[in-house]
């Protein structure tokens, strides 16, 4: 039995080895830690503001006189751009008597215009000519008002006639037609000597 104790620590010693090399073996170094990945920005454009169309300014109503052959003559108010039969609608339509084929109902109106729908064997009035675009009326030549074509705006800006005088004006040429002179104004009830002084180199029948 003593012979056998001497190899007891050789034996030892190979168990520590073996234990040390399987260590060694099994240690592996940590491999670096991998950088971390750059943050993706996604970029969004910023949304530019809806445009607004600005609103369009609405013309001014045109004001026109309808006489003759309708059911309800006088002056009327009309959307800007208006045609002939809208005055003519306006005034309740063309009486019996009204000779519609010798008008251009698709003719565009004026402002202050004095529109007469004729009866059945008369004379139609001469239309007046249009204006360019952006154009105001001028009334007559040389500036005088045209007492048979004035509209109520016209007449009222003569001096000492206001619009009480200047509906009179137009209901007197409805009933007796046009003025055949400028003297004849004075038939108009309340418009005397005095004021048509005042008026005389002012208007035109022409």
């Known amino acids: ?3 056998l104790r001497p190899l007891r620590w050789p034996l030892t010693v190979g168990l520590l ?27 969004t454009p910023t949304p ?4 607004v169309p600005l609103p369009t300014a609405t013309p001014p109503p045109i004001v026109v006189y309808v006489s003759g052959a309708v059911v309800r003559p006088g002056v009327y108010a009309l959307p800007a751009g208006a045609r002939l039969a809208d005055a003519l609608a306006a005034a309740g339509g063309a009486s019996p008597q009204a000779d519609l084929e010798a008008i251009n109902l698709a003719r565009r109106l004026q402002d202050e215009e004095h529109v007469h729908i004729p009866r059945r064997g008369e004379t139609p009035r001469p239309e007046p000519t249009p204006l360019p ?5 001028s009334g007559s030549p040389g500036g005088k008002v045209n007492i048979n074509t004035a509209g109520l705006a016209e007449l009222d800006s003569l001096p000492g006639i206001g619009p009480g005088y200047a509906q009179r004006i137009i209901d007197y040429r409805q009933a007796h037609g046009p003025f055949s002179s400028i003297e004849e104004i004075q038939n108009v009830p309340g418009i005397g000597p005095a004021t048509f002084a005042r008026i005389r180199d002012l208007i035109t029948v022409q």
């Open 133 to 137: 675009a952006g154009a105001a009326p």
């Open 17 to 43: 080895l073996l234990t040390l090399i399987g260590g060694v073996l099994l240690w592996r170094p940590a491999s670096p830690s991998a950088p971390p990945a750059a943050a993706v920005v996604v970029y």
């Open 48 to 51: 530019r503001p809806t445009e």
């Open 1 to 3: 039995m003593e012979r």
